[in-house]
């Protein structure tokens, strides 16, 4: 190499090195400026007959409480209306007066009966909110400890049915084609209060939050310290009858003894658990689940567990409820259908079996 080329070549470099110098300038300043993000959570509160969390991550731990009250604001409101405990609540309006007339009802709610007749179809009535006659009778056998009779099971059979409830779209009505119908929207309420909070912490400043209503959960954004939202999945081999939920958060408040059975990692997307090894009536010895299979006037039986995670908190509510009932292989064909949609599923005899996609969400 000649002298000339030696300084043609030195030049060269004396004019790449200002430029890496300054791209390595910009670069530590675009990290230096990086927004800050804040996680606070909101601790329990009672809700919907359960407890309920919210966590909010934002830029300031103002925005981050005002998130958090806006969320649980959203799931009181939702209780007022969907309650079936309240007297006062509107569902409890409608169960009293659908018979008689057509009741006009919130958008809200009328939203909720839509979608919930949706389900009903495209389960083959495996969901069904109409279940409410069969709901009382097992409760009160539970409270007798004694079974009802073929006789009292057929008459409450006979006010059950989805195609019974009549929806009016332009008055926003609901009415009953039969006289002691009534709606239970234990299936379905939580999963769509739990969508609403998460849509009014977004609307007040949250970037990423978490919103829990006994063990049915949304995630949305990241949390602080990790990439994605982390949350362990009880073995109901080795569940207690006292604990709140199926599910909670790795690394949260109010985290639960004992390993979980499998972690399952988590970003923008909603996962809920039904299983007759949390709630139950005892009668005669025998345990019977709180989900209800329509067709046997009965607790579900298939399953002792099932989770499904879903882009919103009321389909994976609604799926995990019919999924009780359809049992495994029904309930996995249906769940391979729908785009976004996985499930984990756990028998009586602890066999697990997920869906195709399930396996992405679990934690290795």
């Known amino acids: 190499m000649d002298k000339k080329q030696i300084e043609n070549r030195l030049g060269s470099i004396k004019r790449i090195v200002p430029a890496i110098c300054i791209a390595g300038i910009v670069y530590f300043v675009a990290r230096s400026i990086e927004p800050k993000r804040v996680e606070i959570d909101g601790g329990y509160r009672v809700v919907m007959g359960t407890f309920a969390r919210v966590v909010a991550v934002a830029g300031n731990g103002r925005t981050a409480r005002r998130c958090i009250e806006a969320g649980f604001g959203e799931l009181e409101w939702i209780d007022d209306l969907m309650s079936d405990y309240k007297d006062d609540s509107e569902l409890s309006r409608v169960n009293r007066q659908a018979y008689e007339q057509a009741v006009p009802v919130s958008s809200e709610l009328f939203e909720v009966l839509e979608r919930s ?5 495209e389960t083959e009535g495996a969901f069904d909110i109409t279940v409410g006659p069969l709901v009382d009778l097992w409760r009160a056998a539970g409270e007798r400890g004694e079974a009802p009779s073929e006789g009292e099971k057929a008459e409450a059979e006979a006010r059950v049915g989805y195609e019974k409830l009549i929806l009016d779209a ?4 609901v009415r009953f084609k039969v006289e002691e119908m009534r709606i239970d929207l234990g299936g379905i309420a939580k999963g769509y209060a739990i969508d609403r909070a998460v849509e009014a912490m ?8 978490m919103v829990d209503v006994g063990g049915d959960m949304r995630f949305f954004g990241r949390p602080t310290e990790k990439e994605e939202w982390m949350i362990g999945l009880q073995d109901p081999s080795k569940a207690g009858e006292d604990t709140t939920g199926e599910m909670t958060e790795i690394g949260g408040a109010g985290v639960r003894a004992g390993a979980p059975l499998m972690v399952l990692k ?6 809920a658990t039904s299983g007759d090894y949390r709630r139950f009536v005892r009668v005669g010895g ?3 689940g709180h989900i209800i299979d329509t067709k046997k006037g009965q607790g579900a039986d298939k399953l002792s567990s099932v ?3 879903a882009p919103t908190a009321m389909e994976a509510d609604a799926l995990a409820t019919a999924v009780s009932v359809l049992g ?3 309930g996995l064909a249906l769940i391979e259908k729908k785009e976004g949609v996985e499930a984990i ?3 009586a005899e602890g066999k697990v079996e997920n869906s195709s996609g399930a396996v992405g969400y679990i934690e290795d």
């Open 117 to 121: 007749l949706d389900f009903s179809r």
């Open 286 to 288: 025998k345990r019977y």
């Open 170 to 173: 332009n008055a926003l009505t």
């Open 266 to 271: 988590l970003g923008d997307s909603a996962v």
């Open 202 to 209: 977004r609307a007040q400043g949250a970037s990423g939050g």
């Open 307 to 309: 989770t499904i995670i």
């Open 345 to 347: 599923l756990i028998s």
């Open 328 to 330: 495994a292989e029904k």
